[in-house]
Nanobody
């Protein structure tokens, strides 16, 4: 089993930064794909950034390229999302996700087996 616990959300002004963390525990095989998704009420959940944990390859949705960085600390079993130059349209609930390998063929449209509880990010002036 895999457990994911997010932290680091909050409220920030446009142009500000936040770093989300996701503490992962459980069977490593089931965490070969890890990523951050976000969801706004009334809209579908979308993939923001994905990392293939075994090789470190990263993928980003177009709207966050150059502003967000996904990374992992294998020693701490923690996934991060550094978010810079935040915009009001980045406001959403952000979820950490993991899967044994569904991201391999579709890095930005995979359905994860494991989800965290979510952390709210609000960007507003």
């Amino acid at each position: 089993q895999v457990q994911l616990v997010e932290s680091g959300g909050g409220s920030v002004r446009p142009g500000g930064s936040l770093r989300l963390s996701c503490a992962a525990s459980g069977y490593l095989y089931n965490r070969r794909c890890m990523g951050w998704f976000r969801q706004v009420p009334g809209k579908e959940r979308e993939a923001v950034a994905t990392i293939r944990s075994n090789v470190g390859t990263t993928y980003y949705t177009d709207s966050v390229k150059g502003r967000f960085t996904i990374s992992q600390d294998n020693a701490k079993n923690t996934l991060y999302l550094q978010m810079n130059s935040l915009k009001p349209e980045d406001t959403a609930m952000y979820y950490c996700a993991a899967d044994p390998g569904r991201c391999f063929s579709s890095p930005l449209s995979w359905q994860a087996n494991y989800w965290g509880q979510g952390t709210q990010v609000t960007v507003s002036s």
